[in-house]
């Protein structure tokens, strides 16, 4: 079983976003006030912490150095089983992985590790999540 780490909203695109303690996932739609909030594929963008151990020695520092562009950062579960499809219970929501990273932005600056090892996704079933709550990964 994996923990929330971290929840971050942003309400503009291309800006930093703002932590907070919780949120509100909306069935269908995303993170409550979240600029990428709509129907698509990409209404979650996960980070897996363990995912820093492959970043390269040359990106680290950039990296480092002002978050990933997710907004939920969680740590325990390997990221071998952060399969797509996969389904994740994060606190009282649930979330199905779309994608793994974004090609189009692969080799860019600090966004360089969410575009290769981020997970995004769809709200299944909205709910509260909570900075230390449970992640549980469905193998079905």
Known sequence: MG????????????????????VKLIEG???????????????????????????????KDEVLQGGFSENIVISGIPLEDLAVNKRLKIGEALIQIIYIGKEELKETGRNYIVSREGRFGRVISGGRVKTKDNVQLFLE
């Open 29 to 59: 739609w995303g993170l409550e006030g979240d600029a990428h909030g709509g129907d698509w594929d990409r209404q979650v963008s996960i980070f897996p912490i363990e995912a820093l151990e492959k970043v390269p020695a040359d990106k």
């Open 3 to 22: 923990k929330v780490l971290s929840i971050y909203v942003g309400k503009v695109r291309g800006i930093e976003k703002t932590k907070v303690d919780s």
